[in-house]
């Protein structure tokens, strides 16, 4: 019965992400907290299980993503290089730090930040390109800080790097596919991140590896994959501009639940 559930949402979350191009982190992290909190899972540490296995989830649906933009040339990866080290580094710290806070803590920093990155995304606002990249230590500190908040909303980070690489010049379609490709590593540390910081927690669910729920995870997986393509078909058949806000507006919702659950 969950296992079809997931894989309906995993569905859903693969449609949107090849709509809107929307990694499904944010979007599945409230999801999967209300499905873990009514099967009871680990009732301590379900914010960190829907974490985990979001996270996890964008390994492999970013992976796909930066194949097809690699293949089309739409990936610049000096930037890659330059900007991947801090945002490694900053998710490594955010997961593994996430095992010593609390539930409530979690829930409300996740909102938090996905009240900002829906913000921006319902305003539409796209920052006036003509500034050049910065030095090699302004990005890795911007990197270090968005490494940092993707680790808390296990995202791969684009709603952050896309508008910054905008700024610097990058025409959109590099910046979309070279901030899918900062994604994949970011998401990887993260994933490990949060396996180790619960490795040894007690109580966690049978098919567990570390916080990440194997079950939900396989199943978002097979079934995001599936989906994916459909979505990005309709994109150029589709008002995106308007289903991003509406996009927005759900994110908004699922935010608000999530802290109203916790709190």
């Known amino acids: 019965m969950w296992l079809i559930a997931y894989a309906l949402t995993g569905a859903v979350v693969g449609f949107l992400a090849g709509l809107l191009g929307i990694g499904g982190g944010m979007t599945l992290v409230p ?18 299980l829907a974490l985990a296995t979001a996270m996890a989830s964008v390994v492999f649906t970013s992976s796909s993503s930066v194949l097809a933009h690699h293949r089309l040339g739409s990936v610049d990866w000096s930037i890659v290089r330059r900007m991947a080290p801090g945002m490694v580094a900053g998710s490594l710290l955010s997961t593994l730090a996430a095992g010593w806070l609390s539930q409530r803590v ?13 913000t921006q995304m ?50 959109m379609r590099m910046a979309i596919g070279t901030a899918a490709a900062v994604g994949v590593p970011v998401a990887v540390v993260g994933m ?29 997986v097979a079934a995001s994959v599936l989906t994916a393509p459909f979505g990005a078909r309709l994109a150029h058949k589709l008002p995106v501009a308007t289903m ?20």
């Not at 999801?31 to 301590?44: E, G, I």
């Not at 908040?149 to 709603?159: D, E, Q, R």
């Not at 994110?251 to 999530?258: C, P, R, V």
């Open 192 to 220: 490990a991140g949060y396996v180790i910081s619960g490795w040894r927690v007690p109580n966690l669910p049978e098919y567990s590896l570390g916080f990440v729920y194997l079950p939900a995870l396989l199943a978002i």
């Open 244 to 263: 991003k806000r509406v996009f927005a507006l759900l994110l908004y919702l699922l935010a608000t639940k999530m802290v109203v659950s916790y709190w």
């Open 106 to 118: 979690l829930a409300l920093g996740f909102a938090l930040i996905v009240y900002g990155g829906a």
């Open 122 to 171: 319902l305003l539409g606002r796209k920052p006036a390109p003509g500034r050049t990249l910065p030095g090699p230590l302004p990005m890795t500190a911007l990197g270090l800080g968005i490494g940092v908040i993707c680790g808390l909303v296990s995202a791969g980070g684009a709603f952050l790097t896309v508008p910054l690489m905008l700024a610097w010049g990058v025409a």
């Open 31 to 48: 999801v999967f907290s209300a499905m873990f909190q009514a099967q009871s899972l680990s009732v301590d540490h379900t914010v960190h």
